[in-house]
């Protein structure tokens, strides 16, 4: 079950960059928050580490963590975005 939300949230990236990517207006904000978000994750093992997708406070405090400083606004809106599956 976690490895398919694993799965489901890297597949809800790759559809957020190709949107901003594609989009009317190339937005170069929120593809640089994807991207962000996605080098992040590869930080996990998700075989040995659980990923909270029940609470965007906790991934947001994850991904605090992993980064070292605070999400951009983009960022938070990405990790938003992201539990919405």
């Not at 990517?21 to 962000?36: D, F, Q, T």
């Not at 996605?38 to 992993?66: R, Y």
Request: proline share 2%; net charge positive.
């Amino acid at each position: 079950m976690i490895k398919r939300k694993i799965y489901m949230i890297q597949t809800k990236l790759l559809l957020i960059e190709y949107a901003a990517i594609n989009g009317p207006e190339c937005n170069r904000w929120k593809l640089s928050a994807v991207r962000c978000i996605k080098d992040l994750l590869t930080h996990i093992d998700f075989n040995a580490e659980t990923v909270p997708l029940e609470s965007g406070k906790k991934l947001k405090e994850l991904l605090i963590s992993l980064k070292g400083d605070l999400l951009t606004n983009e960022e938070i809106k990405i990790a938003d975005e992201l539990l919405t599956i």
